[in-house]
Antibody, heavy 119, light 107 residues
Framework: QVQLVQSGAEVKKPGASVKVSCKVSGYTLTELSMHWVRQPPGKGLEWMGSFDPEHGETIYAQRFQGRVTMTEDTSTDTAYMDLRSLRSEDTAVYYC????????????WGQGTLVTVSS | DIQMTQSPSSLSASVGDRVTITCRASQAISNYLAWFQQKPGKAPKSLIYAASSLQSGVPSKFSGSGSGTDFTLTISSLQPEDFATYYCQQYNGYPYTFGQGTKLEIK
């Protein structure tokens, strides 16, 4: 069984950066492919990006291109999502998600990390 | 981008009812369709993958069907714990996209 535990809530000022972590247990990160999804307060789910093992690269949603970087530390089985140049519209709960087997699956989710952007 | 449109956006039903939620893709996605349940303040929970395959541990009262562009999620014999928001998601191609959600409320 895969478990994902995310870092705690963050409050950031506009223009700052935030780095959210997602610690994997039950499997190693090399056996999984990580996705990141966000959800603004009271709104729906928005895909941000995923690691695609078939192409060996991370695919980002167009609207975050240049502002987001998703990385992995296989020595600690921890994935990271770094979002820069924050604006108020980035206030949201950020989730990591993954699956074992089909790299496109979103079978397991972290508990979410609330990022609040406010001056 | 593939647009995912769910209907209805909200639905009122009673305990014991059977309900169906529809998800339509703007272009064919084969069976690369997942359904999620989300309760307030909680992370989404995977219910269905590959349009009709039930996730391990999910009760058989949940069922999915469809292929191509039209998909349904059916929940039979509603119980209080089933009242939540449901999302469909396509993973046929990038960018992965979600439906806007269907809020299932108690009548």
């Amino acid at each position: 069984q895969v478990q994902l535990v995310q870092s705690g809530a963050e409050v950031k000022k506009p223009g700052a950066s935030v780095k959210v972590s997602c610690k994997v247990s039950g499997y190693t990160l090399t056996e999984l492919s990580m996705h990141w999804v966000r959800q603004p307060p009271g709104k729906g789910l928005e895909w941000m990006g995923s690691f695609d093992p078939e192409h060996g690269e991370t695919i980002y949603a167009q609207r975050f291109q240049g502002r987001v970087t998703m990385t992995e530390d296989t020595s600690t089985d921890t994935a990271y999502m770094d979002l820069r140049s924050l604006r108020s519209e980035d206030t949201a709960v950020y989730y990591c998600a993954t699956a074992y087997g089909d790299y496109r699956g979103f079978d397991y989710w972290g508990q979410g990390t609330l990022v609040t952007v406010s001056s | 981008d593939i647009q995912m449109t769910q209907s209805p956006s909200s639905l009122s039903a009673s305990v014991g009812d059977r309900v169906t939620i529809t998800c339509r893709a703007s272009q064919a996605i084969s069976n690369y369709l997942a359904w999620f349940q989300q309760k307030p303040g909680k992370a989404p929970k995977s219910l269905i993958y590959a349009a009709s395959s039930l996730q391990s541990g999910v009760p058989s009262k949940f069922s999915g069907s469809g292929s191509g562009t039209d998909f349904t999620l059916t929940i039979s014999s509603l119980q209080p714990e089933d009242f939540a928001t449901y999302y469909c998601q396509q993973y046929n191609g990038y960018p992965y996209t979600f439906g806007q959600g269907t809020k299932l409320e108690i009548k």
